[in-house]
């Protein structure tokens, strides 16, 4: 091998330590971040796909906009692409400032999209900010509710077995411990009876 390939080599070799990071995915296993990321993205759904459609209007009617007031007087905004390009970053407030309208009209619909791009763009943060904290409030109540459901399943048992030997207890249904031991004595009392008559109806 030359020393080039070399080189290569151990620089190929180097760059595999970028993986490395891969290793702090093991600290969530279950993957438990991302199932509640995608728990609340989905549910809110609706509210993020109306907030992003609204700023995609107002981005393509601004940059359209723009495009007709700077088009004849400033070279930047040849094309809509150009224009369309200058929307996006202004509604994502980045603001490179490599493009800027020149004109009094394009300067008032800049201004006009910077505000529109704090307002809509903007609120899907508050969105999923609002989700999470749902989230969370909803999965500290549902531990809550595990925590009593051991203590509430061990009163009913008790409960229950207390109706169950109450000998007041006229419900059929209930299993009755006090009359357990006691049901096979009338029986054979019964039987004892039974052949005493018998007995004495032969001797008669």
Known sequence: MSISQQVFAASAIRGLRFFQILRMLRI????????????VVWAHRQELLTTL???FLGLIFSSFLVYLCEKSTNEKYSTFADALWWGVITLSTVGYGDKTPETWPGKIIGAFCALLGISFFALPAGILGSGFALKVQQHQRQKHLIRRRVPAAR???CLWR????IPESRSVATWKVHLAPQQAQPVRVAGHLRQGTLASGLIN
């Open 155 to 157: 009163l009913i048992q």
């Open 28 to 39: 969530d296993r279950r993957a438990g971040t991302w199932k509640l990321l995608g728990s």
């Open 53 to 55: 459609y609204i700023g």
């Open 162 to 165: 207390h109706y169950a030997a």
